[in-house]
């Protein structure tokens, strides 16, 4: 969602925000205002405005009560915790979020509390906006749109808790219980497909603004639902931790049905939105700051922040960006990535040296794109990589003072992708496959791919890529393909677990590269354990609601 206004953001705060008291659980919230929330929910004006409120918790830099908590959202926590634990990155520094690279998080992780307590504080306000909204005297045509808007932000945020915690409290009322237990998966998931369902069926072609949620955006949700939970139960994910916490067992689920029911849903998707596969001569636009008219052509739904200096703003030094100092817009090399990762690129894949790269220094240059300039970094060094030739390189951010007014030390107003029509595609190939439609799904690979051949290497045809990277197990080439195409996005600790792959993948990386990425992987693998697929329930949570049982292991 687009970042609104500060003095907008303070009346949605003050408006649809809730209280966060010290003692009582963060699930049971109570809004409050300046204004009786009886007497504002009145206007479809008023109801476009909580909308707003519940949007704005994706990405949010305050939790109720004035706390910091932008380590538990995209505003920067997300990244650890969604890209972690994978073969992707590691972390050589010592920080507060480097422990979800590391594998060694806790229940007093700051990240998880924030993650917990931001994400529902968004279904607190879809909660309490889907309350009202159902006598209000606004246009039926509105009151369906909102609804579905609302029931799909509701939807979204539960579904990053399951995906990280497995059942979690349950509540569909303003008021819920604050002393409510965990629920299982299959209660969770009800809801959740539920609401992307009706988001799907009764939401408009485009939302209510332009960065909202939409039909589309709703379908490629719920069927990258039915993937996970197919997979999750076709490999018996998390099964032996069943007899310790049982709530977290896909035993309920069909596997066949979902994957059928993904197929209609993601080809729906594909084949009748607008969206579309931008050409390779601009896919860099998908990770760059200044492009962000691109960026919709192909991203169904993006964690989106202005460009105005007095809004709030993402952090370099947390983003897959290359590294360097703030004159560079650069990061600080938080996030490491691993030799593995680049081997599994051929020469000839444009995404290879994109992804990973040097830092950048002394002669480094400027290219400009779109009129935006931007420091072009030094090329990683590739099989040997060295502290300073070694960084992820994804998003490039323009160089301060030439597109946002954010010019100081680590903001920066850069687009983070969430859903890409690419990803979507991928997702239906999954479908395709088990329902026994494997060259179809095939020849979404291939396109894929197409669109990622190094111009600087004509001679590497689409027929030597798909050579290269061919598997005969379809699914361990899809993956592949979801990691070189996906990777730096938020989806790789995801698709490792609920393909039962995460143990192997982490022990089996070789320890590579320079002396410090060699012990950030060696810490990662020492670390790992197999009961981690589910973050630990926060310690805080536990301390106020006894009926908080605990996932195994933790």
């Given at each position: 969602m687009k970042k609104i206004a500060t003095k907008y953001l303070t009346i949605i705060v003050l408006i649809s925000t809730v209280i966060s008291c010290q003692d009582t659980p963060f699930l049971n919230q109570v809004p409050y205002s300046f204004t009786s929330p009886g007497n504002f929910y009145k206007t479809e004006s008023d109801f476009k405005m909580a909308l707003t409120g519940c949007y704005e918790a994706l990405n949010t830099y305050q939790?109720?009560?004035?706390?910091?908590?932008?380590?538990?959202?995209?505003?920067?926590?997300?990244?650890?915790?969604?890209?972690?634990?994978?073969?992707?990155?590691?972390?050589?520094?010592?920080?507060?979020?480097?422990?979800?690279?590391?594998?060694?998080?806790?229940?007093?992780?700051?990240?998880?509390?924030?993650?917990?307590?931001a994400y529902y504080m968004g279904i607190s306000r879809c909660n309490y906006l889907l309350d009202n909204i159902e006598s209000a005297n606004i246009s039926p045509s509105a009151k369906i749109q909102i609804t579905a808007e609302t029931r799909f932000m509701r939807a979204f945020y539960y579904q990053h808790l399951a995906q990280g915690f497995g059942g979690v409290p349950l509540s569909t009322s303003a008021t819920?219980?604050?002393?409510?237990?965990?629920?299982?998966?299959?209660?969770?998931?009800?809801?959740?497909?539920?609401?992307?369902?009706?988001?799907?069926?009764?939401?408009?072609?485009?939302?209510?603004?332009?960065?909202?949620?939409n039909k589309w955006t709703a379908g490629a949700y719920l069927g990258t639902a039915y993937n996970y939970l197919a997979s999750c139960k076709r490999y018996n994910v998390g099964a032996s931790l069943l007899a310790e916490c049982p709530l977290n067992s896909f035993e309920w689920v069909n596997a066949d049905s979902m994957s059928?029911?993904?197929?209609?849903?993601?080809?729906?998707?594909?084949?009748?939105?607008?969206?579309?596969?931008?050409?390779?001569?601009?896919?860099?636009y998908l990770f760059r700051e200044a492009t962000k008219a691109f960026q919709y052509q192909e991203?169904?739904?993006?964690?989106?922040?202005?460009?105005?200096?007095?809004?709030?703003?993402?952090?370099?030094?947390?983003?897959?960006?290359?590294?360097?100092?703030?004159?560079?817009?650069?990061?600080?090399?938080?996030?490491?990535?691993?030799?593995?990762?680049?081997k599994s690129?051929?020469?000839?894949?444009?995404?290879?040296?994109?992804?990973?790269?040097?830092?950048?220094?002394?002669?480094?240059?400027?290219?400009?794109?779109?009129?935006?300039?931007?420091?072009?970094?030094?090329?990683?060094?590739?099989?040997?990589?060295?502290?300073?030739q070694w960084y992820t390189g994804k998003f490039r951010l323009?160089?301060?003072?030439?597109?946002?007014?954010?010019g100081l030390n680590v903001s920066n107003s850069l687009n983070y992708p969430l859903m890409r029509l690419a990803d979507v595609k991928l997702q239906l190939a999954e479908a395709l496959y088990f329902t026994k439609e494997e060259?179809?799904?095939?020849?979404?690979?291939?396109?894929?791919?197409?669109?990622?051949?190094?111009?600087?290497k004509p001679t590497v045809t689409i027929t030597a890529l798909n050579t290269a990277y061919y598997k005969a197990d379809f699914i361990q080439e899809l993956l592949d393909e979801r990691r070189r195409e996906l990777c730096f996005e938020s989806k790789r600790r995801i698709d490792l677990i609920r393909f039962?792959?995460?143990?192997?993948?982490?022990?089996?990386?070789?320890?590579?590269?320079?002396?410090?990425?060699?012990?950030?992987?060696?810490?990662?693998?020492?670390?790992?354990?197999?009961?981690?697929?589910w973050l630990p329930i926060p310690q805080t949570e536990i301390d106020l609601n006894a009926n908080l049982v605990k996932n195994a292991g933790w």
């Open positions: 939790i109720t009560g004035n706390v910091w908590g932008p380590d538990g959202t995209y505003a920067r926590g997300l990244y650890y915790i969604l890209e972690g634990c994978s073969d992707n990155v590691v972390s050589i520094n010592s920080f507060y979020s480097s422990d979800f690279e590391k594998a060694t998080y806790l229940p007093t992780s700051p990240n998880l509390k924030f993650f917990w307590q819920p219980d604050n002393k409510a237990p965990r629920a299982s998966l299959s209660a969770v998931y009800e809801l959740i497909l539920s609401d992307f369902d009706y988001a799907y069926k009764n939401s408009s072609t485009t939302g209510i603004n332009k960065s909202s949620a059928i029911k993904a197929v209609a849903v993601l080809s729906d998707v594909v084949n009748n939105s607008p969206y579309t596969l931008l050409p390779q001569t601009q896919y860099t991203c169904l739904f993006l964690s989106e922040w202005s460009d105005d200096a007095a809004d709030s703003y993402s952090t370099n030094n947390e983003l897959f960006t290359p590294n360097g100092s703030s004159t560079y817009a650069g990061s600080n090399g938080r996030h490491i990535p691993t030799v593995d990762l680049f690129y051929i020469v000839g894949d444009f995404r290879r040296d994109w992804n990973i790269t040097g830092n950048f220094g002394t002669g480094v240059v400027k290219e400009t794109v779109e009129k935006v300039e931007y420091w072009v970094p030094k090329v990683s060094s590739l099989g040997v990589p060295n502290n300073s323009a160089v301060p003072g030439t597109y946002s007014s954010h060259a179809s799904a095939r020849t979404i690979l291939t396109e894929i791919r197409q669109r990622v051949l190094d111009p600087a039962d792959k995460t143990t192997s993948v982490i022990q089996n990386l070789a320890l590579e590269g320079y002396s410090s990425v060699q012990t950030g992987t060696q810490t990662l693998k020492d670390n790992w354990k197999y009961y981690k697929i």
